[in-house]
């Protein structure tokens, strides 16, 4: 049984007339119980309901067994900044296939008819969170964020910081809020820029008593903000931005002044790096795990938007890229590095690298250095080439919090 040979199957965009079989699909993949539903207050019609804009915004491909919904793909259409430049991405979700059905190849069929229409409508780069890290880098994607989580005792949360500014709390839907989110997007490398349906999917689970906190400096301009909830004498950050280091500290003097309310800070922490040396007592407990994976979805796309490295040395490379599901991009291409800018040329480049897909997204997106993954045997080619691809790409781990 294969999507492409099998006739009884077929594949259509999802709508909202389809909304009963996508939130079935949904939950049955995703182990969605009553007990769930209860504890979070909702109701299996309040699913549905809020289910509609996803199939009315977002790009939802469905694999039908005549009239039977049995694997589905989702798109959610976003912007993300890449290196100071704004990329048209898609955010990939929803993806499942009912059990009797896996292992037939109609997910990965789905997967390439739903990169190939992101092609069409001029977005050169995905991500997803995975439920699978083997399986989706089997089919060209790869590692580009972290997610680390701390837990802080209420004897160890910064005190004695004195900064000018002052702290409110804000309602969710505050203009503030979102506009400060806005311009922490603008100047961090690999943030989502949020639009209505992203923040939809923010608060989605949120229970009613979760707070946000706006760090304000001397003159009244928002410069960071935090999201939390109290809890059982626990303070739970579920996330904190700042433009700058003195709304970082005071953001933590506003979580100090909770500290006869709350016995430990349970927090959330997409910079990729830890909390603790910033600490005066950093016996903490941090952990760190993957969490966005990402893929390029049209290499010669992605690059002609690219900023590099202006004070890096000028470098021709031609790079042989392997991707097998993605014929465009199972090439080669020779592009030229040159004061801060990168093209497609065709000359007789100055080095040949060969590298997969993912390892080529991973390289690009700041995760990892050319170097690394030379000496991971990922990237095959002249040691000179690497030392010149790292001395003019950026390398800065990707800002990726949320969680579509």
Known sequence: MNLSEDSKFTVRPLTKDDVEQYNALLRYAFQVTEQDLAETGWKDDEIQQSKFPVLERADVLGCFDDDELVSQFAVYPLDMNIYGRKYSVGFVTSVCTYPEYTGHGIMKNLMRRGLTRMKENGKSFALLYPYSIPLYRNLGWEIISNKMTYIVKDTQIPRKIEEPGYVKRV?????????????????????????????????????DDTSVAIYYSHDGTPQGYMVYMISSDIMHIKEMIYLNREAQLGLWEYVYAHDSMIDEVHGNNYYSEPIAFELDDSDIKETIRPYAMGRIIDFGQ??????????????TIRFDIEDDLLEWNNSEYTVRFKKGACSLIDEEPDYVLQMSIGTLTTLFMGYKTADKLYNMKRIIGDIKAVEALDNILYHEIPYVSDYI
Not at 171 to 178: H, L, S
Not at 304 to 311: E, I, L, M, R, T
């Open 302 to 315: 992605f690059i002609s938007d690219y900023a590099c490295n202006p004070k890096g040395k000028n470098v």
């Open 171 to 207: 309602d969710w839907d505050d203009n503030e809020f979102v506009n400060l989110h806005t311009r922490f997007a603008e100047q961090t490398h690999g943030c989502l820029y949020r639009n209505n349906l992203a923040w939809e999917e923010y608060w989605r689970w949120d229970e």
